[in-house]
């Protein structure tokens, strides 16, 4: 169990961020300037860094971004988290609200976060020596 947070507590921590910021009521202001679509973006950003910190811990384990688990916990998990989220927002934490369109930014931020991890990661992330993972 040490061994899974060793390797997958960044995942986990940054999840219960995201889950924690998505359910108070009162969501801290984070100085941004007003513009339309604010929220979307917010949605869309924490996606990218779920989905960049799962595809790095992943990557780190010597997965590569072809392997059906690389591409099921750092798109999928992110779209199911993120849909489950706005579920739960609409039917159990008022005043929060559950809405198609934030759901919508999760998956593209998600999709986005593996890409940017698909062509960077490669070059500047060093996978750990063999024998250290929880693969």
Do not use: T
């Not at 339309?36 to 950003?45: A, E, I």
């Not at 988290?81 to 008022?94: D, H, K, M, R, V």
């Amino acid at each position: 169990m040490l061994r899974f947070f060793r390797v997958y507590g960044m995942s986990v921590l940054y999840s219960l961020f995201v889950f924690y910021m998505s359910i108070v009521p009162d969501v801290p202001d984070f100085k941004l300037p007003d513009f339309n679509l604010k929220d979307k973006v917010m949605h869309g950003g924490a996606y990218v860094v779920l989905s960049l910190i799962i595809c790095f811990e992943l990557y780190r384990q010597r997965y590569l971004f072809r392997e059906k688990k690389m591409v099921a916990w750092s798109i999928g998990f992110p779209i199911l988290y993120g849909g489950l989220i706005e579920l739960l927002q609409e039917n159990f934490f008022p005043p929060r609200s559950g809405e198609w369109s934030d759901w919508l930014a999760d998956i593209v931020g998600a999709l986005i976060g593996y890409f940017i991890a698909k062509y960077i990661f490669p070059k500047y992330v060093k996978p750990e020596p063999q024998g250290i993972s929880c693969r």
